[in-house]
């Protein structure tokens, strides 16, 4: 029985009558690039994530790229961001003009805390980019108090995390990922928990004249045709795309609550594996699993036996972002951020997909405890 890392093939199938006819719709009207599908998209995502404004975009680096840009910053300015992050958060940071400074993580969810981005805050930095790792939220409320106190954006990158949420610092509710911040970056690429037929992207934001300003960026500058305001670029987000991902929206809450029910499997099957350190879940958060990532003794060797028993799994990330040949002039170097090079050595994902079903998890659980020795 092969089991790969992800299958898309299934859940087409599953909305196919939907998405065809979505995307024949379009194709009939003849209106490809933004008009209603992508304010209709705009409109759901904005009530899903409960925030006042929502804009797509072509791509999730584009959601991060955008309202950084629209910071307007000057030479010199800073934005703190893990290390331990796919390379679009940092190049996304260069490209609007910024310095990226990395900063490490906590060694038992990924993520960012108040203590890892203040030991990389300088006075320069005018923003802070919490990465929801994984599918699991960033502490928001120490982040953004650390934020309020310094005069920093809060940018959070959710390109991994749509539908997760957190309970808010008054305890008395919870927030979506991408509305507790001053703004929130998401990723349609495919492989994402909504993910659409090719590249797309959607910048969340509580501030109007924000909103506006990414609005408008997107379209080179400008609302009115030949108009330009601001120096902008291409970004538009595909009709095609939002009608694909208009259909999906309303199974994501579905597809997340199996992707949490694999989880359980796999707790329940390697809890008592010393050598395999399982995800932890911070309290209060709502983990929506776009990867199930664990700690593995002898990844490298794991992953090989793996691979021999037919089943995918994969290494998010090999080398962290202060070690990029690219960015070797910000003056990164080894042993600089030790939680995040301990990741990379030895972090793996296992399948986790909704449609994986029991019986495939459960044979990646068995090879696992043959691996390491264990019963099965």
């Known amino acids: 029985m092969q089991v790969p890392l992800l299958d898309l093939k299934p859940q087409y199938q599953a909305l196919k009558e939907a998405i065809d006819a979505a995307i024949e719709r379009v194709?009939?009207?003849?209106?490809?690039?933004?008009?209603?599908?992508?304010?209709?998209?705009?409109?759901?995502?904005?009530?899903?994530l409960g925030v006042p404004h929502a804009v797509g975009c072509a791509s999730g680096t584009d959601a991060i790229l955008l309202p950084l840009r629209a910071l307007d910053p000057e030479p010199g300015a800073e934005v703190v961001m893990p290390a331990f992050t796919f390379f679009a958060t940092a190049g996304a940071a260069w490209n609007a003009g910024f310095r990226p400074v990395f900063c490490d993580?906590?060694?038992?969810?990924?993520?960012?805390?108040?203590?890892?981005?203040?030991?990389?805050?300088?006075?320069?930095?005018r923003c802070v980019v919490p990465v929801h790792l994984f599918g699991q939220m960033a502490p928001m409320a120490e982040i953004k108090a650390l934020a309020r106190e310094r005069g920093s954006m809060v940018l959070e990158d959710c390109a991994q995390a749509i539908g997760a949420r957190q309970e808010d610092d008054s305890g008395e509710g919870s927030v979506m990922a991408g509305a507790s911040g001053d703004a929130g970056a998401f990723s349609f690429f495919p492989t994402k928990n909504l993910g659409g037929f090719g590249d797309g992207g959607l910048v969340t934001s509580r501030d109007a004249d924000l909103a506006e300003r990414v609005a408008k960026l997107r379209v080179h500058g400008g609302r009115q045709m030949y108009h330009h305001e601001m120096v902008g670029t291409n970004s538009r987000l595909d009709a095609l795309q939002a009608a694909v991902l208009r259909v999906k929206l309303p199974h994501l809450d579905d597809w997340a609550r199996a992707r949490r029910e694999n989880a359980c499997l796999y707790h329940g099957g390697l809890d008592d594996v010393v050598e395999v350190k399982l995800p932890e879940v911070m309290e209060g958060n709502f983990h929506v699993y776009n990867q199930f990532t664990v700690r593995a003794d002898r990844r490298d060797d794991l992953r090989a036996h793996l691979a021999e028993a037919g089943i995918g799994s994969g290494v998010y990330y090999p080398v962290p972002l202060h070690l990029q040949p690219c960015f070797h002039e910000l003056g990164g170097r080894e042993g600089m951020l030790p939680e995040t090079e301990r990741a990379c050595r030895e972090v793996l994902s296992l399948p986790i997909f909704p449609e994986v079903g029991k019986e495939r998890v459960e044979r990646v659980i068995a090879e696992i405890r043959r691996f390491y020795g264990y019963g099965v």
């Open 27 to 48: 194709v009939t009207s003849q209106g490809f690039i933004l008009g209603p599908e992508v304010e209709g998209l705009e409109s759901e995502m904005a009530a899903y």
């Open 105 to 125: 993580i906590d060694p038992a969810t990924f993520n960012v805390t108040r203590a890892t981005l203040e030991a990389a805050w300088t006075e320069r930095t």
